[in-house]
Nanobody, 121 residues
Framework: VQLQASGGGLVQAGGSVKISCAAA????????IAWFRQAPGKEREWVAT???????SYADSVKGRFTISRDNDNRRAFLQMNLLKPEDTGSYFC????????????????WGKGTQVTVSS
């Protein structure tokens, strides 16, 4: 499956943005989809996961502010980000894998190019 993230941009602290992940491939519905992010000079970190049964999990740093969702009919996944903070700044990547409920990057085999989200203070 091929993935492409889009929808990032410059947002003020406290604001919201929704980013999308478009997938090519007929088996999108069967994959666990996750969002990761990478800030300049830092390692890539897990943000959120939605499995094929739409079970959700979130990193503590975004819990209560971010919402991951998916639309299997249109082969898309989304990340709604609210109450953004400057520390949310980074390049956001979507990834697909087969292991449920994980944020371990080793289990995600398909990766899209990132979309940049910059939160100004």
């Amino acid at each position: 499956v091929q993935l492409q993230a889009s929808g990032g941009g410059l947002v003020q602290a406290g604001g919201s943005v929704k980013i999308s992940c478009a997938a090519a491939g007929t088996t999108f519905f069967a994959y666990t989809i996750a969002w990761f992010r990478q800030a300049p000079g830092k390692e890539r970190e897990w943000v959120a996961t939605i499995n094929a049964r739409e079970g959700l999990s979130y990193a503590d740093s975004v819990k209560g502010r971010f919402t991951i969702s998916r639309d299997n009919d249109n082969r898309r996944a989304f990340l709604q980000m609210n109450l953004l903070k400057p520390e949310d700044t980074g390049s956001y990547f979507c990834a697909a894998g087969v292991k449920e409920d994980t944020g371990d990057q080793r289990y995600f085999f398909y990766w899209g190019k990132g979309t940049q989200v910059t939160v100004s203070s």
